[in-house]
């Protein structure tokens, strides 16, 4: 991973996000770019102002990650979500990281519309970080239901180089004349099990180079319900999701989730929007 780019609002909340960003930047030896985007009007005066104060702050971590590439700072207006795709897409960022509880000076807060609003527009994996910055991503939580997203997972996992295990899980619902037959439910549970596995062995064989740690579970229950037990069985440092922004998976990362995410959960989430497959 070569450029990182961080948003932030500049809240005192905000801070988890720029330090697993920096974190990230050091292990990578990466260039990070710290981001802001004024939401609204702002006068010359006070973005002069501001800009020295993201210069300031980016001058300090520096300091503070010798082993980054570099840190530096820019400010931009417009739509918070748009603004940061684009930052992102200019500055070729390869990462996105964002942060879970910024509200103070983004009307919409960073958290909500405009985090959800970016992980549908953005082409790039966008990591919301809002667990204990200083614990490593030793343990990847991945949420799997098709083969691509499969591949995609290992491929998120190998830019975090930390992580050396992944505990996919699949969430799958067998219909109810399934689980009215005998050994109906046994059976689906099988059946599930069996194509996990298959399609993350499939995914591994098609990275070799990712030295990771594998394990499969599939899990009868809704995505959400499912990610939940998993977090609570597995103890995972990061979850890993991989989605068309569409339908299953897609939902948990919406409404209620989304919310509860913010409001609940204290642990950090990478987000990756597929493109929709080809047809034909």
């Given at each position: 991973m070569k450029r990182i780019l961080v948003a932030t609002d500049l809240s005192p909340k905000a801070g988890p996000a720029i330090q697993r960003a920096c974190r990230i930047a050091s292990e990578q030896c990466a260039a990070l770019l710290i981001l802001h985007v004024v939401a609204g009007s702002l006068p010359a005066v006070d973005r002069a102002i501001l800009a020295e104060d993201l210069e300031a702050l980016a001058r300090t971590q520096a300091a503070n990650h010798p082993c980054a590439r570099e840190i530096t700072s820019a400010v931009r207006a417009g739509k918070v979500a748009t603004a940061i795709n684009q930052a992102a897409l200019d500055y070729e960022a390869e990462l996105i990281v964002v942060g879970g509880h910024g509200e103070t000076r983004w009307r919409d807060g960073?958290?909500?519309?405009?985090?959800?609003?970016?992980?549908?527009?953005?082409?790039?994996?966008?990591?919301?970080?809002?667990?204990?910055?200083?614990?490593?991503?030793?343990?990847?939580?991945?949420?799997?239901?098709?083969?691509?997203?499969?591949?995609?997972?290992?491929?998120?996992?190998?830019?975090?180089?930390?992580?050396?295990?992944?505990?996919?899980?699949?969430?799958?619902?067998?219909?109810?004349?399934?689980?009215?037959?005998?050994?109906?439910?046994?059976?689906?549970?099988?059946?599930?099990?069996?194509?996990?596995?298959?399609?993350?062995?499939?995914?591994?064989?098609?990275?070799?180079?990712?030295?990771?740690?594998?394990?499969?579970?599939?899990?009868?229950?809704?995505?959400?319900?499912?990610?939940?037990?998993?977090?609570?069985?597995?103890?995972?440092?990061?979850?890993?999701?991989?989605?068309?922004?569409?339908?299953?998976?897609a939902l948990a990362l919406r409404g209620s989730f989304a919310d509860m995410a913010i409001e609940e959960l204290a642990f950090d989430i990478l987000v990756h929007r597929l493109p929709p497959p080809m047809s034909g």
């Open positions: 960073l958290f909500g519309s405009a985090v959800e609003q970016l992980i549908r527009i953005t082409t790039l994996p966008v990591l919301i970080a809002q667990g204990d910055v200083h614990a490593a991503y030793h343990r990847v939580l991945a949420a799997v239901d098709e083969e691509r997203a499969a591949r995609d997972v290992l491929n998120l996992a190998g830019t975090i180089g930390t992580a050396d295990s992944v505990f996919a899980v699949h969430a799958f619902l067998p219909s109810v004349a399934t689980r009215m037959r005998e050994d109906g439910k046994e059976r689906a549970q099988a059946a599930a099990q069996q194509a996990l596995e298959r399609m993350m062995q499939e995914a591994l064989a098609d990275r070799p180079d990712v030295l990771l740690h594998v394990h499969a579970q599939a899990m009868q229950g809704t995505p959400l319900s499912v990610i939940m037990r998993a977090w609570e069985m597995f103890k995972p440092d990061l979850l890993v999701v991989s989605t068309y922004g569409r339908s299953g998976l």
